[in-house]
């Protein structure tokens, strides 16, 4: 999710076709609408902790 509460996923997961299919076509740009402002530390931890290697398959 970018800072603002737009959904975002890895660019690793685009290469799987089952997770493009099902997550990054379906879900990549949609706004959260439960994010906030207040939310906001948390979100920025799963930003610098998730994507680091390629899913598993």
């Keep these: 999710m970018t800072d603002n509460g737009t959904i975002q996923t890895s660019p690793l997961a685009a290469d799987i076709p089952e997770i493009k299919n099902y997550i990054?076509?379906?879900?990549?740009?949609?706004?959260?609408?439960?994010?906030?402002?207040?939310?906001?530390?948390?979100?920025?931890?799963?930003?610098?902790?998730?994507?680091?290697?390629?899913?598993?398959?």
């Design 24 to 57: 990054h076509d379906k879900l990549t740009g949609r706004t959260v609408t439960w994010w906030t402002p207040n939310r906001e530390p948390y979100y920025h931890w799963h930003r610098t902790h998730t994507f680091k290697d390629v899913p598993p398959v």
